[in-house]
């Protein structure tokens, strides 16, 4: 499960500048790399990630997401997600990086939190 690979679409949301970007798959490790590119290219003043079909991230994915709000926040963009599983809840929760990372429980939410 671990290894499978991570997909990955994008489409607009419902305000104009915001694209939600779904995950399908785990954010681990293995198969972050291709991701974490393309992420690093994404440049929309709003950026909502579904993971919703995430299930599951070890550490690598934990700091990628970091990585990525940091770099939104420096650059005066929103990084949100959205939708996440209780695995993956309980561990931003432990890390207490869900005191950092805006979570919503969909991505309706996270649009509405604009």
């Known amino acids: 499960m671990h290894e499978a690979p991570l997909s990955y679409t994008a489409r607009d949301g419902v305000r104009a500048g915001t694209t939600i970007l779904k995950l399908t798959g785990?954010?681990?490790?293995s198969?972050?790399?291709a991701f974490q590119n393309d992420l690093r290219?994404?440049?929309s003043p709003v950026l909502i990630l579904d993971m919703s079909d995430v299930v599951y991230m070890d550490s690598a994915g934990l700091g990628l997401l970091m990585n990525g709000y940091v770099s939104a926040e420096n650059h005066q963009r929103k990084f949100l997600l959205?939708?996440?599983?209780?695995?993956i809840s309980a561990l931003l929760q432990m890390t207490k990086v869900d005191r950092i990372l805006p979570v919503f429980p969909s991505v309706e939410a996270a649009e509405d939190s604009i």
């Open 31 to 33: 198969n972050m790399f």
């Open 41 to 43: 290219s994404m440049n």
């Open 26 to 29: 785990p954010l681990t490790l």
């Open 82 to 87: 959205a939708a996440v599983n209780d695995r």
